[in-house]
């Protein structure tokens, strides 16, 4: 142990920017040791400037490609840039191939961006919490925009897009013949839609029959925001501009209106439910060994039903948790 | 087994460097390791030291792994090794991959690169060699 820095001394390398500690903080963080729990209370609490960005979309859709490009151009106006790109783990190995970078190649080495990629492991809901104090972490680091990119297939992912402030929902031409968006419970959640590869011929029709279906369901229309819909190229470069002014002006909306308010508020709420079932999901790991066995030839001789014997486990991991922490606690 | 201290998948960073535009073994390899239970990040093709050290270090990998077939590996790795004790980043273990000739192997050792692992290194050796550096590295 003697080259392990404490958590809480990274904390304050974090705060001023130093990248080796901001990635070495993620990943203890990603790991859920215990002893990162003080640094990220730290950390949480010095959080609330960043101006918080999701992407989703099917995978293929063009959004790693779509951040790189709009990631270029924000650096313009010298804004700090942090990325969390969300891959699928495989459920065979548990292992992940994480490939975004190799499309926001041209982001590569400015110091003014992070990029970090992660792996979902598999565990419900701890993905969510994994990927959202890595972006506290990048938050307190000094990172305006951060944006987590995740692939829209399932409903984890879908989720972590709506613990952003701003939720964008990427569609393309040429994956399927309906709106990708529509199947995966996407539409609704986008505050920007865009359409990308619009340097392909098949894109106008992705666009008109996206908006067709958002006058249909009349998303999004209050006073202080209109969803629109933009078409992008990351080969021409159209619509880049327009989408860059679209997310700066939802910033606006995110931090000075109420709708952003409630926003904010929803975003706290599905912060501590998500949290709290990572927690409540690993105590139940850690502590369900000693009776499964048992249990489980109960149920095999049909002694037991699979709901009593469910709640016994439960009731007795948690027990048992209680009592092994117990001096922790006090 | 592919886990590191903190029972975490082994994250592994790939990149090829140079010039040719050949990914096929990388890209096999990759396969090989995460269905191997680790987290491969992969960079694509004709990183510069600049990049791959960058990646390392926000990706905050166990191993970077680096891969040539064009006989630049005497001038890329000098590059690498600079670039990773400047950002106080040398905890991070480099192995080399890909085609070179035998004194070449020798000299990137001498520099530091923890393993060379040549094209014909069995999928299995590969998974086994990374996961006793990363043990030997201990926790960090
Ligand atoms: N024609 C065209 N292809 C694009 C565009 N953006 C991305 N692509 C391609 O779409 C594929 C998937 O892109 P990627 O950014 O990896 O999608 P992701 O899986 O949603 O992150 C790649 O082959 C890209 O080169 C675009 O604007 N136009
Ligand atoms: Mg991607």
Redesign the interface.
């Known amino acids: ?1 003697a ?2 820095i404490p958590s809480t001394k990274l904390v304050e390398r974090v705060c001023a920017g130093d ?2 500690a ?3 903080l ?3 963080a ?2 859920g ?1 215990a002893e990162v729990r003080s640094a990220l209370a730290e950390i949480y609490r010095a959080t609330g400037r960043a101006h918080v960005v999701g992407i989703t979309g099917v995978p293929g859709s063009g959004k790693s490609t779509l951040v790189g490009k709009v990631v270029q151009r924000l650096r313009a106006d010298g804004r700090k840039i942090g990325i969390v790109a969300v891959d699928p ?2 459920p ?8 975004d ?2 499309r926001m ?1 041209e982001i ?2 400015d110091p003014g961006v ?4 992660m ?1 979902t ?1 598999g565990a419900i809901g701890g993905m969510a919490r994994a990927a959202m104090d890595a972006v506290d972490i990048l938050d307190v680091a000094g990172y305006d925009t951060i944006i987590i990119e995740t692939v829209g297939v399932g409903q984890d992912e879908v989720e972590i897009a709506r613990a952003s402030h701003t939720t964008i929902v990427v569609s393309a031409p040429g994956l399927g013949d309906e709106i990708q968006a529509i199947k995966a419970g996407m539409l609704e959640i986008a505050d920007i839609h865009v359409v990308s590869k619009c340097d392909r011929s098949d894109a106008a029709r992705t666009l008109t029959d996206l908006k067709s279906m958002l006058v249909l369901g009349a998303l999004g229309s209050g006073d202080d925001w209109r969803v629109p819909v933009i078409g992008t190229s990351a080969i021409s470069g159209e619509g880049l501009d327009e989408l860059i002014d679209a997310i700066t002006r939802h910033r606006r909306v995110a931090f000075e209106t109420e709708l952003g308010q409630r926003r904010r508020r929803s975003v706290a709420e599905f912060r501590l439910l998500k949290t709290a079932e990572a927690l409540l999901a690993e105590r139940f790991v850690k502590a369900r060994s000693d009776r499964t066995a048992e249990y489980t030839e109960q149920l095999l001789a049909r002694t037991g039903d699979p709901y009593a014997l469910a709640c016994a486990l439960i009731d007795h991991s948690l027990k048992t948790e209680q009592g092994s922490t117990d001096d922790e606690n006090t | 087994m ?1 886990r590191n201290v ?4 082994i ?1 592994v960073l790939l990149a090829k460097v140079g010039l040719d535009g050949h990914d096929r073994g990388v890209k096999i390899v ?2 090989t ?12 093709l004709h ?2 030291p ?2 791959v050290v ?2 390392a ?4 990998v166990d191993i970077l792994g680096v891969s040539v077939l064009s006989g630049v590996q005497l001038t890329i790795f000098p590059k690498i090794f600079h670039l990773l004790k400047e ?3 040398d ?1 991070i273990i480099v192995v080399a991959g890909g085609v070179m000739p035998d004194e070449d192997a020798i000299a990137l050792r001498k520099m530091g690169v923890r393993e060379v692992l040549l094209q014909d290194t069995p999928p299995r050796a590969i998974v086994e060699t990374l996961c006793r550096v990363v043990a030997e590295r ?3």
């Open positions: 142990m080259n392990y990248m080796r901001v990635s070495r993620i990943s203890r990603e790991a040791v783990s495989s065979y190995s548990g292992g992940a191939i994480l490939g970078r190799v190649s590569g080495t992070f990029i970090r990629s792996a492991h | 592919a903190m029972s975490q998948p994250r990759a396969r390791l995460r269905d191997n239970g680790m987290d491969v990040i992969y960079t694509g990183r510069s600049e990049e960058t990646a270090i926000q990706e905050d950002n106080a980043a905890d201990g926790p960090r």
